[in-house]
């Protein structure tokens, strides 16, 4: 996960989010190919950096917060769970 505001460089965020969208379509092929519950922690992050500053999930622009952590956990929570069928 990556958000923008903690790089200053262009070139430096631009060569850093290639890389991350490659590898996140690396993870999804992979979690297709088993069966794997897949979420999309970029874009779960990149829509809650809108909602806020991106400093409020993630500290240094790559590792979360307890915050960013939650929203990991919730989302997977939420993805997890609709595989199993409603009583």
């Known amino acids: 996960m990556l958000v923008r505001r ?3 460089d ?3 965020w631009t060569t850093r989010r290639n890389a991350t969208d490659k590898l996140g379509r690396v ?3 992979l979690a297709k190919d088993y069966g ?3 979420i ?3 874009e779960i992050f990149d829509s809650a950096a809108e909602a806020v500053t991106p400093e409020q999930w993630i500290w240094d622009g790559v590792r979360p917060l307890q915050q960013g952590h939650e929203l990991i956990a ?3 929570l939420l993805k997890i769970s609709a595989r199993w069928p409603q009583a």
């Open 27 to 29: 993870v999804a092929r």
């Open 10 to 12: 262009e070139k430096t």
């Open 74 to 76: 919730r989302n997977w």
């Open 36 to 38: 794997a519950v897949h």
């Open 40 to 42: 999309k922690t970029q």
């Open 6 to 8: 903690s790089f200053t």
